[in-house]
Nanobody
């Protein structure tokens, strides 16, 4: 019954901003570590950012200072605020949460940064 639904992707100009959302059903984000991953065209999926139950955050070096991961417990939603976007940020972005037994993923939302 666990479902992660992502939204907020789209086409943006270099230097622009975008906010991705991941709403969960059947699982409480607030008690697990949640992450945003991305998969550029023709490349492997990579970890972008994580947030723990205590809101400790980590980021891949390439997005530090530009991206912010956050969580709204009442809405059971995790966000990824993306600023100063670059063409190399183009990818399908996925939401993830790791439970004790299962690893859940969203369907992905596409982000294209282009002039």
């Amino acid at each position: 019954q666990v479902q992660l639904v992502e939204s907020g992707g789209g086409l943006v100009q270099p230097g622009g901003s975008l906010r991705l959302s991941c709403a969960a059903a059947g699982i409480r984000f607030s008690i697990y570590t949640t992450g945003w991953y991305r998969q550029p065209p023709g490349k492997q999926r990579e970890l972008v950012a994580t947030i723990t139950s205590s809101r400790r955050t980590n980021y891949v070096d390439s997005v530090k200072g530009r991206f912010t991961i956050s969580r709204d417990n009442a809405a059971n939603t995790v966000y990824l605020q993306m600023n100063s976007l670059k063409p190399e940020d183009t990818a399908v972005y996925y939401c993830n949460v790791q439970q004790a037994i299962n690893n859940y993923w969203g369907q992905g939302t596409q982000v294209i940064v282009s002039s």
